[in-house]
Nanobody, 117 residues
Framework: QVQLVESGGGLVQSGGSLRLSCAAS????????MGWYRQAPGKEREKVAT???????VYTDPVKGRFTISRDNAKNTVYLQMNSLEPEDTAVYYC???????????WGQGTQVTVSS
C-alpha cells in the first residue's frame, strides 16, 4: 500500500506563486509515474502535469510555461511549482502515483488552491 500526503496549498492573489509538495510512503516501486491533477467546482478532475521516475515531464496546455513539476526520488516526493497563478487555477489539487509495473494507482487527499483576482 502507498500513502500520499500533499502540502503547500492556500490562498494567493492573481499573479502569485505557490509550491505544492507530495510525499509518498509505503510499498513504492522504483519505476513509477507521479503527477498532479486538479478538480475545480462543478468540473471533472483533469491532469495538470506528470513526471516519470527518470524525470520526463508532461504538462497540460493551460499550465505550460507557468507550472514546473519536479521530483526527488530519494525522498519519494514530487513538487509542483506554480507561478503566474490565475483565478482559473483555483481547484483542489491531487497528487497521483502510478506504479508502471503493476498498474496500481494511488491518490492523495487533495489540497485546496485558491487564486483571488
Amino acid at each position: 500500500q502507498v500513502q500520499l500526503v500533499e502540502s503547500g496549498g492556500g490562498l494567493v492573489q492573481s499573479g502569485g506563486s505557490l509550491r505544492l509538495s507530495c510525499a509518498a510512503s509505503g510499498s513504492i516501486f522504483s519505476i513509477n509515474m507521479m503527477g498532479w491533477y486538479r478538480q475545480a467546482p462543478g468540473k471533472e478532475r483533469e491532469k495538470v502535469a506528470t513526471i516519470t521516475s527518470s524525470g520526463r515531464a508532461v504538462y497540460t496546455d493551460p499550465v505550460k510555461g507557468r507550472f514546473t513539476i519536479s521530483r526527488d526520488n530519494a525522498k519519494n516526493t514530487v513538487y509542483l511549482q506554480m507561478n503566474s497563478l490565475e483565478p482559473e487555477d483555483t481547484a483542489v489539487y491531487y497528487c497521483n502515483l502510478r506504479a508502471l509495473v503493476t498498474g496500481d494507482i494511488y491518490w492523495g487527499q487533495g489540497t485546496q488552491v485558491t487564486v483571488s483576482s
